[in-house]
C-alpha cells in the first residue's frame, strides 16, 4: 500500500503553523528542515519525517482551529516576525497558541482583523477575486465632496501600484468621515486612493470582514461564534481554495 505524501506547505499549514504562501516563503529561506536537511521547493512530507521551524519541531494536528476576531489598536504591526518588530500581534495578544493573522491592517490604522491557525481558511478569504466585502469608517483632513465620493467609489488608478481599484460602495457620514467597502487589498489602498484625490487619512477603523462585526473594545479578542463560522464557511464556499490552485491554473494558461 503506497504511502501518503503531502506537500510540505501543506503541511505546515495545516499542522496550524503559518498559511502555505508563509510557508513557501521560509522553505525558500532556508528555515525549514526535513530530518535536518533543508529541502527544496515542493517537496513532499511522509508521516515518520520531522519537520521543524527554526529547529522546532512542528507536529500534526491534534486540536480544533482557533479562529478569533481581534480589535487590533493604532501601532500594533500585523506580523508573525516576533524577533524583528517590537510592537507584533502575535507577542500583544499573547494567545496561548500559534496563530497567525488573516490579511494586513495597516500599522497607523485600527479595527478589526481574523485570527487563526488554520492556514487553509487564508486564501479563501483574502483573494481579491473571491469577493469578499471588507468596511471601513475613514476620516480625512477636509470637508468631503460629492466628487470626492464619486471617484472614491468608481475606481481610481494608483500610478505606484500600477493597478486600477475595483469599484466599491462608498458613503459620506459627516462633513469629514466616510464609510468605505472594498473587495480588494491592495497595499494601503484606502490611504493611497484618498491621497490621488488630495484627501490625507487623519483615521482608519476597519469594522466588518465578511459577515464578521467588529464588536470587542480597542486591544481586545474573542472567538467567533458557532453561527458566524457557519455563514464564514458559507461564504467562502466557492472560493479559490489554495495557493496551489492558483499555480495550476497558471500552469494550465501558460500550456495553451
Known amino acids: 500500500m503506497s504511502q501518503e505524501l503531502k506537500r510540505l506547505n501543506k503541511y505546515l499549514s495545516e499542522a496550524g503553523y503559518c498559511s502555505r504562501r508563509a510557508a513557501d516563503r521560509l522553505i525558500e529561506v532556508g528555515r525549514v528542515t526535513i530530518n535536518d536537511v533543508v529541502p527544496e521547493m515542493g517537496?513532499?512530507?511522509a508521516s515518520e519525517d520531522v519537520v521543524k521551524v527554526d529547529g522546532e519541531i512542528i507536529?500534526?494536528?491534534k486540536q480544533d482551529f482557533v479562529y478569533l476576531a481581534f480589535n487590533k489598536p493604532v501601532g500594533i504591526v500585523c506580523t508573525t516576525d516576533t524577533r524583528v518588530e517590537k510592537d507584533n500581534i502575535i507577542d500583544y495578544i499573547n494567545y496561548p497558541k500559534r496563530i497567525f493573522p488573516i490579511g494586513r491592517l495597516d500599522k497607523p490604522s485600527e479595527g478589526l482583523i481574523l485570527l487563526t491557525d488554520d492556514g487553509d481558511i487564508v486564501n479563501k478569504i483574502l483573494r481579491a477575486s473571491n469577493?469578499?466585502?471588507k468596511e471601513y469608517i475613514v476620516t480625512v483632513d477636509q470637508p468631503i465632496s460629492q466628487t470626492f465620493i464619486e471617484r472614491m467609489s468608481g475606481g481610481i488608478y494608483l500610478e505606484d501600484l500600477d493597478k486600477h481599484t475595483n469599484k466599491c460602495k462608498v458613503?459620506?457620514?459627516?462633513?469629514?468621515?466616510?464609510?468605505?467597502?472594498?473587495?480588494?487589498?491592495?497595499?494601503?489602498?484606502?490611504?493611497?486612493?484618498?491621497?490621488?484625490?488630495?484627501?490625507?487619512v487623519q483615521a482608519l477603523k476597519r469594522i466588518?470582514?465578511?459577515?464578521?462585526?467588529l464588536d470587542v473594545p480597542v486591544g481586545k479578542y474573542r472567538e467567533l461564534t458557532k453561527a458566524e463560522f457557519k455563514t464564514l464557511n458559507e461564504l467562502i464556499s466557492d472560493s479559490t481554495k489554495t495557493?496551489?490552485?492558483s499555480q495550476n491554473?497558471?500552469?494550465?494558461?501558460?500550456r495553451r
Open 43 to 45: 517537496t513532499k512530507v
Open 59 to 61: 507536529g500534526e494536528r
Open 131 to 133: 469577493n469578499h466585502e
Open 171 to 200: 458613503k459620506k457620514i459627516d462633513k469629514y468621515t466616510f464609510s468605505i467597502i472594498l473587495t480588494q487589498g491592495l497595499n494601503r489602498q484606502i490611504r493611497r486612493m484618498c491621497e490621488y484625490c488630495n484627501y490625507e
Open 208 to 213: 466588518r470582514i465578511m459577515n464578521i462585526m
Open 243 to 245: 495557493y496551489e490552485a
Open 249 to 254: 491554473n497558471t500552469i494550465r494558461k501558460n
